[in-house]
């Protein structure tokens, strides 16, 4: 897993405007703005492009994950089956699962709000779906 170019205590959630390094918080941010080396600009062919400052790369799951993490990376296609299932779309139309999922998305300590959230049966109900996309067994397949 990437770690704050800053403190390398946390993960990165921000990233720099001019030299584009990840940082995790306002205080590793004032301390590396003093030590910025902003990255040269590239030019842009469109005029409509021309306005943004700096080039901002899309995060990867490689930024993300370590090595051994990225074993455990979900393929696209199996991704694309979780994000087309009408199953799952069902589920995420309830409100209460909707704030459930920005607790568990906004929490500091994801440790103790998963095992919050697995208390919820609807949030057990949403991840037993999710692995019977993710990972199906033979009689699902069929």
């Known amino acids: 897993m990437q770690l704050c170019s800053v403190c390398s205590d946390n993960v990165p959630k921000y990233r720099c405007p001019a030299c584009l390094i ?4 306002l205080n590793c941010f004032k301390t590396h703005k003093d030590s910025c080396e902003p990255v ?7 005029d409509q492009n021309s306005s943004h400052a700096a080039v901002r790369e899309p995060w990867t799951p490689e930024d993300l994950l370590d090595e051994d993490d990225q074993g455990d990376m979900v393929p696209a296609d199996i991704l694309k089956k979780l994000g087309d299932s009408e199953d799952l779309k069902g589920l995420l139309r309830n409100p209460h699962l909707r704030r459930l999922l920005v ?8 440790v103790d709000i998963m095992k919050t959230a697995m208390q919820e049966p609807l949030f057990v109900e949403l991840a037993d779906r999710c692995l019977k996309i993710v990972e199906p067994t ?4 069929d």
């Open 103 to 110: 607790a568990v998305d906004t929490a500091e300590n994801k």
């Open 138 to 141: 033979d009689t699902e397949e």
């Open 22 to 25: 990840r940082y995790c918080s």
């Open 40 to 46: 040269p600009k590239k030019e842009s062919t469109s």
